[in-house]
């Protein structure tokens, strides 16, 4: 059987004291552990982003972050952790920068790819190669 996908909100229930918290918390310590494997996709990272501040609303960016590349070195988590982590090493280094865009540059550098965007400016501090006008393409 291949690796089960990860929902965002495990993580945020185990970060609560509701009625499902401890099943929660066992199953990421169960992926902590590598006991139990399942795939994290870049939208649930994204989700957790911004959603994790909102139920420890002591969580400034550096702490999700921090709480991120934890995560990402369970052993229990899959997918394509090298693009995660340097979204969110990226993310947590620029505090203006969006998690999708730190996530597009990241994407960009590895595939070799230019972006579509007008989020000229940025981007392009991060390195990226963005087109102007757009229909140059690159």
Known sequence: MADGL???NVFIHAQTHDDFAEECLQA???LASGRLRAEIDPLVLHELSYALPHYRREMRR?????YLLAVLAWPGLTGDK???LQTVARWRAQPGLAFVD??????????????YS????????????VPQPLSHGG
């Open 6 to 8: 990860i929902d965002t």
């Open 62 to 66: 550096e702490d999700v972050a921090d």
């Open 102 to 115: 730190a996530y597009l540059v990241a994407r960009a550098g590895q595939d070799q790819r230019v972006i």
């Open 82 to 84: 090298g693009i995660l």
């Open 118 to 129: 007008k989020n000229v400016a940025e981007l392009e501090r991060q390195g990226a190669e």
């Open 28 to 30: 990421l310590e169960a």
